[in-house]
């Protein structure tokens, strides 16, 4: 990367950081070019040399979340998301330490990034990033464990807003707590323990 490469690459990122922050406290379509350009420390022609809209930079923000999410998981996805179709019935769980401490270690090192989504969901686009784990992992697990389809999404919907709930009460305690405490109890929640005495 040349030097007004590196220059370009850094004023865009100053821009999807100030608008996160802005995201924090207040509504999408009530943020100005203006607003994003002052956090920024930018002027407005460089945000217009960047982008055309507030919905590009928005595109562009949440392209840069996705990228800094998967940094966070080192296996390739079909690693980590294995063959559904093909794993025994036993081995059909999601919610272990292997991916909760990666998706945990990303919310606390991007807190405000959370914050935003979840006061701005349609804005940050949340539900959509459920899309891919509802669809490609969710649905076929419960399919195998012969889940009438219509009951699905109800189940999606009550594992999901589970752990976002759990997301959501330990943001508001500024992530104080263990990230192994946390996927600990989300792994309590979730998944049902061996309640026998060991023998």
């Known amino acids: 990367m040349n030097k007004s490469e590196s220059k370009y690459f850094n004023t865009a990122l100053r821009m999807d950081e100030a608008l996160i922050a802005l995201l924090e406290k207040k509504d999408l379509e009530y943020i100005t070019v203006k607003e994003i350009c002052q956090q920024a420390g930018v002027n407005r022609s460089t945000f217009y040399l960047h982008y055309e809209t507030i919905a590009d930079l928005v595109s562009e923000t949440l392209e840069m979340i996705n990228q800094r999410f998967l940094s966070y998981f080192p296996q390739e996805e079909d690693e980590i998301l294995g063959n559904v179709g093909s794993r025994k019935r036993e081995d059909l769980v999601l919610v272990t330490q292997e991916y909760l401490l990666p998706y945990l270690c990303f919310i606390r090192d991007n807190k405000k990034v959370y914050r935003a989504a979840f006061r701005n969901p349609s804005s940050m686009q949340t539900h959509a990033r459920y899309g ?12 195998r464990f012969d889940i009438p389809a219509a009951h699905r999404p109800y189940y999606i919907a009550y594992y999901v807003e589970g752990i976002i709930a759990i997301v959501k009460e330990w943001l508001r305690q500024d992530c104080a707590d263990e990230v192994e405490m946390i996927a600990d109890i989300i792994e309590s929640c979730v998944r049902s323990k061996d309640s026998s005495p060991e023998k």
């Open 132 to 143: 891919e784990l509802k669809q490609h992992i969710l649905g076929p697990i419960l399919e």
